[in-house]
């Protein structure tokens, strides 16, 4: 998913640039480029906390810049990583798209977990429910939903060595005893927690969620490079700055 910013309709702005000379005004425009892909990522950022609840720092750090090199034809743009880190099989892009383009929410790993180990039925996916502990963020703990994993012994056949076993050590945990499927009639429904006499829903099994469109990656960068005229300053910052001397060293193309 990528958003690119140029300066090819802004003929006013090009012809501005023609003071200053060939290699000079190809390192001001690049400048004045990037300098809106950085505005671009900002406003993104502030459209994501806007649309979304609570946004984590990662899918806030998810908008790259491109940056632009001075050449005939420069070109700076803004794109969400699309590289998976760690663990995870999925990318930012994977999660942000449904949100941008609306569509099917994707299968998190703890919902393959649950599906490889036959407890969560085809076409359901999961959802905190009212015993769920939720971070800063509005999600469950990541500890609680490893406590749910490994008391179900979900994790079993990925392979992992964190599933509750019947070891004293294990037992004095009580993972393996306090999670169960809740079920109505032989309809499996969430996973339940029982601690003591207490007992609660902490995962609520539903249909895939849908996503309707609701953020404007492409009108959010739209607007910062075409229709707010912060380009057309920008350009005319990097003119001023390259008359000065002032005009900074260009980055490197990603960030």
């Given at each position: 998913?990528?958003?690119?910013?140029t300066?090819n309709?802004?003929?006013?702005?090009?012809?501005?640039?023609r003071q200053?000379d060939?290699g000079?005004?190809s390192?001001?425009?690049?400048d004045?480029?990037?300098?809106?892909?950085?505005?671009?990522?900002?406003?993104?950022?502030?459209?994501?906390t806007?649309?979304?609840?609570?946004?984590?720092?990662w899918?806030?750090n998810?908008?790259?810049?491109?940056?632009?090199?001075?050449?005939?034809?420069?070109?700076?743009a803004?794109?969400?990583?699309?590289?998976?880190a760690?663990?995870?099989p999925?990318t930012?892009e994977?999660?942000?798209?449904?949100?941008?383009?609306?569509?099917?929410r994707?299968q998190?790993?703890?919902?393959g977990?649950?599906?490889e180990?036959?407890i969560?039925?085809?076409?359901?996916?999961v959802?905190?429910?009212?015993?769920?502990?939720l971070d800063?963020?509005g999600?469950?703990q990541?500890g609680?939903?490893l406590?749910?994993?490994?008391?179900?012994?979900?994790?079993?056949?990925?392979?992992?060595?964190?599933?509750?076993?019947?070891?004293?050590?294990?037992l004095?945990?009580?993972?393996?005893?306090a999670?169960f499927?809740?079920?109505?009639g032989?309809?499996?429904?969430?996973?339940?927690?029982?601690?003591?006499?207490?007992?609660?829903?902490?995962?609520?099994?539903?249909?895939?969620?849908?996503?309707r469109?609701r953020?404007?990656?492409?009108d959010?960068?739209?607007?910062?490079?075409?229709?707010?005229?912060?380009?057309e300053?920008?350009?005319?910052?990097?003119?001023?700055?390259?008359?000065?001397?002032?005009l900074?060293?260009?980055?490197?193309?990603?960030?």
């Open positions: 998913m990528r958003g690119s910013i300066a309709d802004l003929d006013d702005a090009l012809a501005s640039l200053l060939a000079l005004a390192r001001a425009l690049a004045a480029l990037n300098h809106s892909a950085n505005q671009a990522r900002q406003a993104l950022q502030a459209e994501m806007s649309v979304f609840d609570r946004p984590t720092p899918a806030l998810s908008i790259r810049v491109l940056h632009a090199k001075p050449s005939a034809d420069p070109e700076s803004v794109w969400v990583q699309d590289w998976a760690g663990k995870n999925f930012a994977d999660y942000l798209l449904p949100q941008v383009e609306g569509g099917e994707i998190r790993r703890s919902e977990y649950l599906r180990s036959g969560l039925p085809a076409g359901r996916f959802v905190p429910a009212a015993g769920a502990r800063s963020y999600n469950i990541k609680h939903m406590q749910i994993l490994s008391g179900l012994k979900a994790m079993k056949l990925s392979g992992s060595d964190s599933a509750a076993t019947e070891s004293k050590r294990s004095r945990k009580g993972h393996a005893l999670f499927v809740m079920k109505r032989k309809t499996p429904i969430g996973i339940a927690e029982r601690r003591g006499e207490n007992v609660i829903m902490v995962l609520a099994f539903v249909r895939q969620p849908q996503y469109e953020f404007k990656f492409h959010v960068v739209r607007r910062v490079a075409e229709n707010d005229g912060q380009l300053a920008n350009i005319d910052k990097a003119i001023a700055d390259a008359l000065n001397g002032r900074p060293k260009l980055r490197g193309r990603r960030r």
